[in-house]
């Protein structure tokens, strides 16, 4: 009985893990800031025919509006209230993305900010995006409706309210994060409606959440509320099916509160991973690439099973969050495409790509002074759509970093090894590795700074492949690198290090 109980306990935990992505898909981009008509679009035209597996959208819930013409992108992490109006559209428009990216096979996951409200200093009106009013003085948010009574102040024992010190668990849960007024989530109130906002959007239809500051909650709180979720809408995903959860801790280690305390409850983001990975690229620290050969749990990250990774999120890319400088973004893009690269040819973790909008970085003694800035917009404020070029990229200081030929063509390279295990390593003993998965896939680096030129086992079967960086298959044609893999599964590679992009990737859908 006993052992019936525990298997129930955990199955019902692993169907969290799951991210329910279809069609032998494998990776989430997060299209940040992105409007739902543009998200809409990208899916039909894009990430579906390309094999992307999902989208994490920018909060879709009603948020602070600060300024004018201020209005920073982090505003959005300000709720006001549940109703789905945002800097992204209307709730007709959510849901229309929603429906259109689920018809083809692209799921959608909400970015859930439930830990707060409004920062304390928000004032009182309708400077929200909906027009709700509110008072953040009084803690009055009649549109969910919250009161003076749901918020943790009573339990918070540090005398600024916020918290001070990340070593006492009890600060970290229950005083403000910067200000934020913090939701008292032991009450059946407050779970109640952080349940019904995320009951509606799975209604709606998306597959699962990225929860914001999953650190400031306990887990209990978080269990409570994720009990009282519904199971995915069955016109697109199997019945019986649980939301995807993955959660933002940032554990670098050396805090009093661990991501492991919240595995049971779904995936968690593995902070380290981008950090480290960034640090090697760099050769920082004396790393080397060859020290990878163990990367994944062989490096002290969380079990395969609980990780959700990244190179970069929308924090760490401009120094808000956590990994520093090492952390690598599309500011440095040859770096940038090799550790992307290599994250998506890497069995370990759910991998997530990072889209991004241009800002003007202007750096004094070290900091960002622009870091606050918001998605590229019009004079009003409203967000800008995001521009298609001729040669697919995207105009109006839209990044799209996974429009990028070498990051596309990655993501499709996970879709076709997935499931294959990690093979044929080898390594220079310096910067210069390769790897395989099984017999679908194999990909080549060099970030030394001298060339490559080696025969390597692939476990590939004979034939001409396409390299998918230097260029693709297109039709019949390669239009870029041939690599002539010998019958015996051998391959030669040169790599010069003063080639645009130093490593090469050759998979079975990419064979001439
Ligand atoms: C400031 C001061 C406070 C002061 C207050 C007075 O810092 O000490 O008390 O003014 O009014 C913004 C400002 C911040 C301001 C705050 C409240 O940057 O200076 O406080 O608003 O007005 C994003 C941004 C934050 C932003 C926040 C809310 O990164 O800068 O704060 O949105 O708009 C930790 C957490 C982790 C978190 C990470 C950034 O453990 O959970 O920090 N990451 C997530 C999101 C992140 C978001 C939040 C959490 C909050 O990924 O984007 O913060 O929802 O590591
Ligand atoms: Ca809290």
Not at 77 to 93: A, F, K
Not at 302 to 317: C, E, K, R, W, Y
Not at 383 to 401: A, N, R, S
Request: charged share 20%; with cysteine; hydrophobic share 35%.
């Amino acid at each position: 009985m006993k052992l019936f109980v525990l298997l129930a306990l955990f199955g019902l935990s692993v169907a969290q893990h799951n991210p329910h992505l279809r069609q032998g898909r494998t990776s989430i981009v997060h299209l940040f800031e992105w409007r739902w008509a543009d998200i809409a679009e990208e899916c039909e035209r894009f990430l579906g025919p390309n094999g992307f597996g999902g989208v994490q959208i920018s909060p879709p819930n009603e948020h602070i509006v600060l300024g004018s013409p201020w209005r920073p992108w982090w505003q959005r992490y300000q709720p006001i209230s549940y109703n789905l109006c945002s800097r992204s559209g209307s709730e007709s428009e959510l849901r229309d993305m929603i429906t259109r990216c689920n018809n083809v096979g692209v799921n959608i996951y909400v970015d859930a900010v439930i830990n707060h409200m409004c920062g304390a200093g928000g004032g009182e009106g309708t400077h929200s995006s909906c027009g709700s009013w509110f008072n953040a003085g009084t803690k009055d948010f009649p549109s969910v409706p919250y009161s003076n009574l749901d918020f943790n102040d009573y339990k918070c024992r540090t005398s600024s309210g916020n918290i001070e010190n990340y070593s006492d668990k009890y600060q970290v849960r229950d005083c403000r994060l910067v200000s934020l007024l913090d939701l008292a989530l032991e009450k059946d109130f407050v779970r109640d409606k952080v349940a019904d906002f995320m009951n509606k959007l799975i209604d709606m239809g998306v597959a699962g959440f990225r929860v914001d500051a999953v650190k400031h909650m306990w887990p209990g709180d978080l269990d409570a509320v994720s009990r009282r979720l519904h199971n995915l809408n069955s016109k697109w995903f199997p019945d019986d099916a649980k939301p995807f959860i993955f959660q933002e801790v940032i554990d670098l280690g050396g805090e009093a509160i661990s991501a492991p305390e919240y595995f049971h409850l779904g995936r968690v983001t593995e902070f380290k991973y981008g950090a480290k990975l960034g640090t090697v690229f760099r050769k920082w620290n004396n790393e080397k690439l060859c020290y990878t050969r163990n990367w994944g749990e062989g490096w002290g990250f969380m079990p395969n099973g609980n990780a959700l990774v990244f190179i970069d999120n929308h924090d760490n890319q401009r120094g808000h969050g956590a990994g520093g400088a090492a952390i690598l973004t599309f500011w440095d893009p040859r770096l940038y495409k090799m550790s992307v690269g290599f994250m998506l040819a890497h069995p370990y973790g759910v991998t997530r790509v990072m889209s991004s909008f241009h800002w003007d970085r202007h750096f004094v003694n070290g900091k960002d002074q622009n870091d606050w800035m918001g998605p590229p917009s019009h004079g009003n404020g409203s967000t800008k759509p995001v521009p298609i070029k001729p040669d697919q990229t995207c105009g109006d200081g839209w990044v799209c970093e996974h429009r990028w030929r070498q990051i596309k063509n990655m993501v499709i390279f996970r879709n076709v090894v997935n499931g294959q295990p990690f093979t044929n390593w080898w390594d220079n003993n310096s910067n210069q590795v390769a790897f395989g998965r099984g017999n679908r896939g194999f990909i080549v680096f060099n970030n030394d700074d001298w060339d490559l030129n080696m025969t390597l086992s692939t476990g590939l079967p004979g034939g001409v492949y396409c390299d998918v960086i230097s260029g693709q298959k297109e039709g019949n044609a390669c239009t870029g690198k041939q690599i002539h893999v010998g019958s015996d599964g051998r391959a030669h590679f040169f790599i010069s290090n003063k080639d645009e992009d130093p490593f090469v990737a050759i998979h079975v859908d990419a064979k001439l």
